[in-house]
């Protein structure tokens, strides 16, 4: 009966649709960047949001230690950025290389994105094998106007 019950727990769950984005962040250890889908808007005076990360990714220590990220919005063909982020990297890994980039405040603005979200922490939560991180938006910039990269995952409990 449990293993029913999370089956379809699961399924229900792949159902909720989310995008993709490349987080990326900054700090005097180095620089990286990651392919993240859950990202969302928490509040609208002042702006904020929220970014689950599994516990462990190289991006931690940078968020960490810089209290800041940007959120790179992927559009309707994420194909290049996926390829690229995809395989993820080590912090001592050039996760830019090849890439025409802009610096902003809070972290790196990558090509192919449609939207961009510089974020300063406000704080960071446990939920179980995730960080929660709850972020004001201090900056953001609109590249291109096209529909955003969404999808729907066939299991809920694994990506």
């Known amino acids: 009966m449990i293993e029913q019950a999370t089956e379809q727990i699961g399924k229900a769950l792949g159902r909720i649709p989310s995008g993709c984005a490349i987080i990326t962040a900054r700090s005097t250890s180095g620089s990286t960047g990651m392919l993240a889908s859950w990202i969302q808007q928490a509040s609208f005076d002042p702006p ?24 790179n919005i992927l559009g309707e063909n994420p194909s290049a950025m996926f390829k690229h982020f995809g395989k993820g990297f080590s912090l001592g890994e050039e996760a830019f290389a090849g890439l025409d ?33 709850i972020a004001k938006l201090s900056d953001a910039g609109i590249e291109e106007i096209t529909p955003p990269y969404v ?8 990506y």
């Open 48 to 71: 904020t949001i929220t970014v689950a990360l599994k516990k462990g990714r190289p991006i931690e220590q940078l968020i960490e230690e810089s209290g800041a990220f940007v959120v």
């Open 151 to 158: 999808h729907l995952r066939k299991n809920g409990l694994s």
């Open 101 to 133: 980039t802009k610096d902003v405040e809070d972290g790196i603005v990558i090509p192919d994105q449609i939207a961009w979200l510089s974020a300063k922490v406000l704080g960071r939560h446990e939920a179980a094998d995730h960080w929660v991180y």
